[in-house]
């Protein structure tokens, strides 16, 4: 027997699985294709700057990274709460009012919508707010467009804010998205603070990975077959245990489970190194101009010197989609640059560019919060993307809510003295 418990995949679900097998005193172990733990965040290192594969930031108010995460040692480094909205020819600024209560005068008179919008924005979070998870994902579920139409925003505040905002959260441009999920994140942007980590959004699973007790987690190793107890790899080598998890993405779980694979949404992310930031603040900037490619843009240094070498700036522009040939959509988002920040931009040097075809699954409908554990199998039991809705609050809880569960079915398969716990 190589383990009590083999995790697939050390993602975020997949590491707090593997973590709460441990603490519940039994030996788990991570199998994971890749060279590297953390699945979906990841932070490459080049030239002295850190670029996180595709945007992403954490939000604090996330139950379970708040119970599972040291949020001190990330080091976190809040984002204003709002944004910069380029319309037309300007840059306006959009602030949560509620975390930002001096602003509200200019909140008022901003151009993003009207006062009637702002007021109804009270109703929405009042909405929002409402009730438990467990509430809020049994609501009864309608398109977002239709959910804010409904509350009677009007559709200019829907082009310059809730669409450029929240379509970047699902990298759907339309919003096509359940307004569960939207309320869901809506909350999250409401309650806390929405952060990078001082060294990367990778010092996340790092954090997670290092309480791992030595030899837990073998990489570059593929799972080709699942069974209840244990698992095939690529090489032929079999694995065995007394239960399996699995806790990959969705399109590889549909693959490993005989299943249709989900849809997915994409985004492409490049990365530019900049003498010094177009602007000040640790702002995320939105197109609500109506043309152009970008969807949002924001200058990781500004929140963390960490992110670019002293005297450069790093700046990281996100598109929708990643179907796009890179050279031509760089050539357009340059274009865009150059009519907000001007001359500067000539000068800008492109470090990377990210296309991340798969980077979330379609949200569009039938999004429901986790009932329980999810077993497809005796002992085969299924965490992250395939069992719970996308984002690092639902990775982490679905993973300790499955490491839980499973931990139980095999202490009651084997009644007798409970092993000491490792970690
Ligand atoms: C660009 C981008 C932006 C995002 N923005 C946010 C955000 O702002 N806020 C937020 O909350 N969430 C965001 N997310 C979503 C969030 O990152 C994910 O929901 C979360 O990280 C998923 O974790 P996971 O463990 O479920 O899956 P993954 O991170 O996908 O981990 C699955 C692991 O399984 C491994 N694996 C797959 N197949 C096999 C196999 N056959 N054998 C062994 N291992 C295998 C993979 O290599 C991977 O390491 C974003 C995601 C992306 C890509």
Redesign the pocket.
Known sequence: MDADVIV???????LACALRVQREGLRPLI????TRA????ATDVRDGFLLDR????L?TWYPAAARLLDYAALDLRPFYPGALVRIGEDFHRVSDIWRRPAQLPEMLVSPVGSLADKLKLWRLRRRALLGDLTDLYNRPEQPTPALLAGLGFSERIQARFFRPFFAG?FFEPELNVSSRAFEFVFRAFALGDTALPARGMEQIPLQLASRLAPARLRLG???ERLEDDGVHLADGTRLRARATVL???GT?AAA?LGREAPDTRG?TCFYFAAPEAPFEGPYLVLNATGGGPINSLLCPSNLSAHYAPAGQALVCVNVFGARHNPDALETAVRRQLREWYGAQVEVWERLAVYR?PA??PLQASGVTAPRGALRAGEQLWIC??AAAP????W?LASGDDTGTAVSRALRADSPGPRPHTAA
């Open positions: 697939v995949g050390a993602g975020l679900a997949g199998v994971e294709a890749e953390g699945g979906r965040i595709g945007f992403q930031v939000q959260v190793q593929r799972v806790a990959t993405d590889a490993l985004t991340l980077a979330l992250g993307e996308p984002s690092i609050h990775a």
